[in-house]
């Protein structure tokens, strides 16, 4: 069974603080996903990371997937209280499904 | 935009009562996912279905069965629903091939 860890499981931070979480596997994944879900609400694509060694930026929020594809992070530069919620990592584990197999998850709460 | 429709944002059943599930997508997609969510757990999927009348199990599928009669509508059922799955339970739908999937909101299930 494909299994994702995250790190750290809950981060509470003041507005301005940088932070990064971590996902990791000891499988690889064709491509790997980041979601985020907001209270009350279902979990949005945020991006997908394909080529081992990728960066892609989003605003304020750099994702990078490992150079082996097993592992990944999101780094958010001066985060704000809008960046508040769950952050769910996600491996395509490949098939004609493509299902994917969902982290641990890590809970941001950023304080005004 | 594509939109997910859980039925039910939050439900209370008794131990023993069978429970429905209701979800609705309107983007003809093919693939729909019924998840559990629980802390520290991530995402765990319990059935999945990639066309009408067609289903595969999950990684958690014990306890639950599903139902797929129209493409636009996957039910999950509780056949006899118990404490332990008291949870939040969100519905998923991607494209066939797609990698991406699009959540409801969650149905936050209590059983006493």
């Known amino acids: 069974t494909q299994l994702l860890e995250q790190s750290p499981q809950f981060l509470s931070i003041q507005e301005g603080e940088n932070l990064t979480v971590y996902c990791n596997s000891s499988?690889?994944?064709?491509?790997l996903q980041w979601y985020r879900q907001e209270p009350g609400e279902g979990p949005v694509l945020l991006v997908t990371?394909?080529?081992?060694?990728e960066v892609k930026k989003l605003k304020r929020l750099t994702f990078q997937f490992g150079d082996a594809r097993k592992d990944s992070s999101l780094h958010i530069t001066a985060a704000q209280p809008g960046d508040t919620g769950l952050y769910l990592c996600?491996?395509?584990?490949?098939?004609?499904?493509?299902?994917?197999?969902f982290g641990t998850g890590t809970l941001l709460a950023v304080q005004p | 935009d594509v939109k997910v429709t859980q039925s039910s944002r939050y439900l209370v059943k008794r131990t023993g009562e069978k429970v429905f599930l209701e979800c609705v997508q309107d983007?003809?997609?093919?693939?729909m996912f019924w998840y559990r969510q629980d802390p520290g757990l991530g995402l765990r999927l319990i059935y999945f279905?990639?066309?009408?009348?067609?289903?595969e199990k999950g990684d958690i599928p014990e306890g639950y069965s599903v139902s797929r009669e129209k493409k636009e509508r996957f039910s999950l059922i509780l056949e006899s629903a118990s404490t332990n799955q008291t949870s939040m339970y969100l519905c998923?739908?991607?494209?066939?091939?797609?990698?991406?999937?699009?959540f409801g909101a969650g149905t936050r299930l209590s059983v006493l």
């Open positions: 279905s990639y066309d009408v009348k067609m289903k």
């Open positions: 990371v394909v080529t081992g060694g």
């Open positions: 996600a491996g395509v584990g490949g098939g004609a499904t493509n299902k994917l197999i």
């Open positions: 998923a739908s991607s494209l066939v091939g797609r990698t991406i999937q699009y």
């Open positions: 499988s690889v994944f064709s491509s």
């Open positions: 983007m003809d997609h093919e693939n």
